[in-house]
């Protein structure tokens, strides 16, 4: 089967979105973003939270009826919605080292639906305004999209009714994280699950990143190396004592500069070619204003984490090693630039 995404590039394009959706927008979400804003500040709550939390209440409401048609939404949203199924902290605690701690965790996590997993130091940074997180350790768990169905996104087959992988995916990592959770808690640890698809208090993207999971690309989510841009996150936060896993830099972000499928893709143009200030931050970033119609209209979209060239496994592997190249090729420029070490003073 060809390894292309099934409409050839820039067909897409020329989308209009109807009056009936744009009238329901009624409010950018832009500045809540902070978009232009230099100061850091903790994200303030957006889309797929609760509606009084957010100007798009009625609009949530489409684009929930629209991907919710198929089984896996419908159970991510149903176990995520109840909590139902976390079992109490056990009274005994396994006093195990935390690196120790750490790679149980991470191989329970493999174990149980996970494709790839990462800890990283909670920060405030990650958790939405309004929201607490007291457990000072966030494991974040990523599961892999079936790319031969998200190829053909937005469809019946990626985000419609029956099979579909959008909602598959989230019903992994829900049931993914809640087992972890629930493993954590036999341990005598308190352990909470962050699944999609509804936002709640755990911003995911900053801790994959931190935790190694992926850099983030030009179309405002992350690339990992072992599955591109097709891939779903999850999280469980936690008080067992853990040790971090590094962040992994392989040049997507380097290769997002000059690359621009994801922009010319996307039907109506929200991916912005430059990076952004965005709440202290300089990073890519997606016009949330001319992403959402269209994204509620198309059942929750994704065109651009399938027509990303990372998400291609056939591709992947020649741009890792073309930028493992470009990296070491950078390293060793600068490395030859810069002045030899002075003598030590006496
Ligand atoms: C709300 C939301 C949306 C909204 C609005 C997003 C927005 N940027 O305004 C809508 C509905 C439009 C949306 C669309 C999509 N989403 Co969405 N979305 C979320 C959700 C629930 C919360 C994120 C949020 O509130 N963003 C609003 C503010 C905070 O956005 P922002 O400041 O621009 O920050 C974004 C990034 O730049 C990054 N980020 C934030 N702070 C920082 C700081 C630093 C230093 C860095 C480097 C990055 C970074 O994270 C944010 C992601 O939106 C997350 C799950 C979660 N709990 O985190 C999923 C999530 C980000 N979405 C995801 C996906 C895949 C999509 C879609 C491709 C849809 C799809 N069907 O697959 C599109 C992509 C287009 C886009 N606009 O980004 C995935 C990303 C997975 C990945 N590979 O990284 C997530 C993590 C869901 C999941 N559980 O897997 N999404
Ligand atoms: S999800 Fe949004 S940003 Fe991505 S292709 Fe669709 S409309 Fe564009
Ligand atoms: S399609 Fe290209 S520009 Fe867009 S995220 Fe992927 S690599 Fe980056």
């Not at 067909?11 to 500045?31: A, H």
């Not at 962040?247 to 290769?255: C, E, H, I, L, Q």
């Not at 741009?319 to 420029?333: D, I, K, V």
């Amino acid at each position: 089967m060809s390894d292309q995404p099934v409409m050839a590039r820039g067909e897409r394009r020329g989308y209009i979105p109807k009056p009936e959706i744009v009238s329901l927008l009624k409010v950018s979400g832009n500045p809540i973003n902070g978009l232009g804003e230099t100061e850091i500040r903790r994200p303030s709550p957006h889309f797929w939270h609760p509606p009084e939390l957010h100007p798009w209440g009625e609009l949530q409401i489409v684009a929930r009826t629209n991907s919710r048609k198929c089984p896996g939404s419908t159970e991510a949203f149903a176990a995520a919605y109840q909590r139902a199924e976390l079992i109490p902290v056990a009274s005994r605690r396994n006093n195990a080292a935390a690196g120790e701690l750490s790679a149980e965790a991470m191989k329970f996590a493999l174990e149980h639906e996970a494709d790839d997993v990462g800890i990283a130091a909670m920060d405030p940074l990650y958790v939405f305004e309004g929201y607490r997180i007291d457990e000072p350790w966030v494991i974040v768990l990523a599961v892999a999209h079936n790319y031969e169905r998200l190829k053909q996104v937005p469809s019946d087959e990626t985000n419609g009714v029956g099979v579909c992988d959008v909602g598959d995916q989230y019903a992994r990592g829900t049931r993914s994280s809640y087992a972890l959770a629930n493993w954590i808690r036999a341990q005598g640890y308190n352990a909470h699950p962050y699944p999609g698809p509804s936002a709640d208090a755990l911003l995911l993207i900053p801790p994959a990143i931190a935790s190694g999971l992926g850099e983030l690309g030009k179309h405002g989510s992350i690339i990992s190396r072992h599955f591109g841009s097709g891939v779903r996150l999850a999280a469980v936060t936690t008080d067992m004592p853990l040790t971090a896993t590094g962040p992994d830099r392989f040049g997507a972000d380097d290769f997002c500069k000059t690359c621009q499928i994801c922009t010319r893709e996307c039907p109506p143009g929200a991916i912005v070619e430059q990076k952004q200030m965005v709440r202290g931050v300089q990073r890519w970033y997606v016009d949330f204003d001319k992403c959402i119609p269209y994204f509620a209209e198309a059942a929750s979209c994704g065109i651009c984490i399938a027509v990303c060239p990372w998400t291609r496994p056939q591709v992947r592997p020649k741009l890792l090693a073309t930028m493992a190249r470009r990296l070491s090729q950078t390293t060793e420029h600068q490395r030859c630039s810069e002045p030899s070490t002075p003598p030590l003073e006496s």
